[in-house]
């Protein structure tokens, strides 16, 4: 625990008994910061303060009192035993205020010693006991390279097993593939018609990014069939509207003009013509007639020209997608464009393939996994990239998890709130709501409707494979947790499987089911469309970052040899991870992730943590004349620590915030886990470097003159190298030991 939550809980203890108060009262001013502990701004005055006149007020206490109130509480603290175990050396107070001394020379000795001899890293790896937990991340379809999005699960959902790991719990990563699903059908449609025309990846393209194209293309090529027979619809209601026109002229408003206007449009449907322009003429001269109270024919007017525009719109952005992916894959734009069939066939063809797939037929799997396995290996190779492998891919299809899903179904039938329709089998969340607090529990004050697992036509939903999945993860592993990394919009899903779980007699899988949500990433200027093609995959990002350090390093050095080249380029690959994983685990996940990817110089947390690193190596390397890896440098920091007498040290700030810093290492973790927060350790990270920047920037280390002073000062940097390396690593941040 670190000194200001151990403060924190003393005070919870302390004041009750000397007021009277109630613990829970006391919680609650400090969650709501009505009860404040900070570092006072003169250390004279102690290191923490607290003002306590809130407490004062509520229990009534006359001025004169205040001090044998304060005084009670400080001789709780004392005698509890909880100075001793907070590093109090002092407790003093005045006019409502508590201060403490904190004995930062003890403090240090423990958590430099324990740092020194590794046993901080044996209480950290005890945590979890060995406790068998499943994180279920990333699982992207498999229709185009990982994004920026989908970049955003992987970094959370591996960081998040990394710190599970790192407390000492027993962690599997698994990758769900989604192969069962209307996008990978539509991606496959696509496919099989790329191979009638004997086309294949081309050798320079990676694959994910090359099937990726062939799914944006067939997408807009499909989009654009279907929006240009909705334009031949609309084509065809200006003529019902000047008939309209017409009739509410001569019959119910005799007006002349009305008459007018409707015989110059259907002039000019005669003539070349802008069917836009020809609704806005009949709007206008609509809107003219009427003023303010429009007419059913003036609305139904305004709508057809409102969707008219809607989907010109919407298709000048598919040509205008279109053109970009024909100037990067040409031949795929012509295979295709000639290829897509028209809407009505698509949309059959694409429910057969999936229902092939579905049944197992050999040729619709065989084509099926050829044009997925393409994907996966794209992915693989960029997960692999910023340090992700997965331990197991599992694939919807399974036929494991094909079978469970029968059995779900046909179970959910013999349940109280299970049902059919036909072919068609639901499970009535709604009325297991209202009977049943458990599921109440899951959804909280948003009523569910029905959930259906099976469709009239026998194909079975995402939701029913997933609850077969699930079962088949704890069954599979034996892993008493599960962690599913899922976006916000996967709520309502990941409540109607452990809801249907815990009513199939699944309770301790609904329980152990943990949904990890995190929200979606928004790029200043730039929307993302994966089904047309337009995203910023992960290889970008990563090349963009790649550039970046690139240049930096010629602003520093000027010019680059040609024998170097390839080590600064493999340094800047690094130095490009340690940015891509710190961006995408900077906000805590429940945040909306916002930059501008034209602004990636801007948000270069993760090479400015590796640098911090480098840096205090280089102390280390100057001070010894060794590596930091040799153990004949730790024999001599370990001689050198022991040597340090701590009772004729007197910290400055900088040091006692390092030495702060380091004993909440810990509780950084632990409160990642916790609160399911994988950014507090990026948070973490980023607080030690500032503290650390700041420290060797103003105080002497290897120019200090103090020998004792100097053997401490080299001790607290190498304390805080081992335990930056180890949130680094954490991070999957790349360790550089020289920059």
């Known amino acids: 625990m670190n000194v200001k939550e151990c403060l924190l809980n003393t005070l919870v203890h ?6 009277g108060l109630e613990s829970g009262v006391v919680e609650e001013l400090i969650s709501k910061r009505r009860l404040k502990l900070a570092r006072t701004p003169d250390p004279r005055y102690g290191d923490y303060g607290v003002a306590l006149h809130v407490v004062l007020h509520m229990i009534k206490a006359p001025r004169q009192e205040w001090d044998n109130i304060l005084s009670r509480i400080a001789e709780e603290i004392t005698g509890s035993g909880m100075a001793e175990k907070c590093f109090i050396d002092k407790i003093e107070y005045a006019n409502g205020y508590l201060n403490f001394y904190i004995n930062y020379r003890r403090l240090s000795k423990e958590i430099l ?35 920026i999005g989908s970049g955003r699960n992987s970094v959370i959902g591996n960081t998040y ?74 084509n065809g209601k200006i003529r019902d509207l000047i008939e309209r026109m017409k009739e509410e002229a001569r019959e119910k408003r005799r007006d002349g003009y009305l008459l007018a206007v409707s015989k110059i449009v259907e002039e000019q449907l005669s003539l070349k013509h802008d069917p836009k322009s020809l609704l806005e003429i009949i709007v206008s001269a609509l809107r003219m007639r009427e003023g303010k109270k429009a007419s059913s024919l003036r609305r139904d007017a305004e709508n057809i020209l409102s969707r008219y525009r809607e989907v010109r719109g919407k298709l000048a952005e598919l040509y205008e997608c279109a053109e970009d992916l024909r100037a990067v894959f040409p031949d795929l734009y012509e295979a295709l464009a000639v290829s897509v069939d ?12 999936m229902r092939l797939y579905e049944m197992g037929d050999p040729g619709t ?106 079962i088949y993860k704890y069954r599979k592993t034996g892993a008493k947790k599960v962690y599913n990394v899922i976006a916000t ?201 500032s503290a650390l920047n700041l420290f060797y920037e103003k105080i002497p280390i290897i120019k200090e003159k103090n020998v004792n002073k100097k053997k401490f000062r080299l001790a607290l940097i190498y304390s805080s190298a081992i335990i930056l390396g180890d949130a680094m690593r954490v991070m999957g941040l790349p360790v550089l030991p020289r920059i």
């Open 342 to 353: 028209e809407p009505d066939v698509f949309e059959e063809e694409v429910s057969r393939l």
């Open 489 to 689: 919009e996967q709520n309502l899903e990941q409540k109607q499987v452990r809801s249907v779980l815990y009513l199939l007699g699944y309770k301790d899988y609904a329980d152990n089911t943990i949904h990890l949500a995190y929200e979606m990433v928004h790029l200043k200027g730039y929307r993302m469309r994966g089904r047309y093609g337009r995203y910023i995959s992960m290889d970008e990002l990563i090349e963009r970052y790649r550039k970046l350090m690139l240049d930096q390093y010629m602003e520093s050095h000027r010019e680059l040899g040609v024998d170097q080249a390839e080590e600064v380029l493999d340094k800047a690959e690094k130095l490009a991870v340690a940015n891509t994983r710190y961006l995408l685990l900077s906000i805590e996940p429940l945040k909306v992730l916002t930059f501008d990817p034209g602004k990636l110089a801007e948000h270069t947390e993760g090479s400015w943590i590796q640098y911090t690193y480098a840096r205090l190596l280089s102390i280390l390397r100057k001070a010894y004349g060794k590596d930091i890896s040799s153990p004949e440098e730790l024999e001599e920091i370990l001689k050198d620590y022991k040597e340090i007498d701590f009772d004729k040290l007197v910290l400055v700030r900088e040091e006692e915030e390092i030495v702060e810093k380091l004993l909440s290492y810990k509780d950084a973790l632990i409160t990642a886990y916790n609160e399911m927060k994988p950014n507090k350790i990026a948070e973490y990270a980023y607080e030690l470097s």
């Open 161 to 234: 097993a990394r710190i599970l790991r790192r407390l000492g719990f027993n962690v599997r990563e698994h990758f769900y593939v989604d192969d069962m699903g209307r996008q990978v059908a539509v991606m496959v449609y696509g496919y099989k018609r790329i191979k009638e025309k004997r086309l294949e990846p081309p050798t320079h393209i990676k694959p994910d990014h090359w099937i990726g194209a062939v799914y944006a293309l067939t997408n807009i090529f499909i989009s654009i069939k279907k929006l240009h027979k909705e334009l031949e619809m609309l």
């Open 365 to 470: 799997v065989r084509i099926f996994r050829e044009a997925i396995d393409l994907v996966l290996k794209g992915f693989e190779s960029t997960l692999k990239r910023i340090g992700i492998v997965f331990d197991s891919y599992d694939w919807e299809s399974d036929p494991e998890i094909k079978k469970l899903t029968l059995e779900i179904i046909k179970k959910s039938l013999e349940t109280r709130y299970g049902g059919s329709e036909g072919s068609a089998v639901i499970v009535d969340l709604g009325r297991a709501y209202e009977e049943d607090p458990y599921i109440r529990s899951i959804f909280g004050a948003e009523k569910p409707e029905r959930v259906v697992l099976r469709r009239s036509n026998g194909t079975t939903l995402y939701v029913s494979r997933d609850i077969a999945y699930t």
């Open 113 to 147: 010693g324990r740092i020194i001899d590794g046993s901080v890293f044996e209480e950290i790896n005890s945590y979890g006991g060995g406790e068998k937990i499943l994180v279920e991340h990333t699982s992207a379809n498999p229709i185009h390279p990982l994004h």
């Open 14 to 19: 302390a004041i009750p008994k000397a007021t």
